[in-house]
């Protein structure tokens, strides 16, 4: 069964730092782009980040550059979300997703985790 995993949300203080991972049940296509995602409650789903899974080709959102870092482990199947920083605002469910454009946009993403939740207290 193709399926990606998300792991590592919980809850935090403001300020403080988290690594969210998602692990894929096959073997990650060079071609693929990988994406963070979150939804906010009441709010439609955003782009967070993306990585290209042959060259690291990074993409950040905004609201989060400068304190997430997207990164993976080819030989893992894994990509890692770095967040530092965190603000209340960043509170959401986070979800990882593969794809095969170099796009922000969720509709180019096919296959999609069941998301982790991330609680930022103030």
């Known amino acids: 069964q193709v399926q990606l995993v998300e792991s590592g949300g919980r809850s935090v203080q403001a300020g403080d730092s988290l690594r969210l991972s998602c692990t894929a049940s096959w073997r990650i296509y060079s071609s693929s782009v990988m994406g963070w995602f979150r939804q906010a409650p009441g709010k439609e789903r955003e782009f967070v980040a993306l990585i290209r899974w042959h060259s690291g080709t990074t993409l950040y959102a905004d609201s989060v550059k400068g304190r997430f870092t997207i990164s993976k482990d080819n030989s893992k199947n894994t990509v890692y979300l770095q967040m530092n920083v965190l603000k209340p605002e960043d509170t959401a469910i986070y979800y990882c997703?593969?794809?095969?454009?170099?796009?922000?946009?969720?509709?180019?993403?096919?296959?999609w985790g069941q998301g982790t939740q991330v609680t930022v207290a103030s």
């Open positions: 997703a593969q794809g095969s454009q170099y796009s922000s946009d969720q509709r180019d993403y096919k296959t």
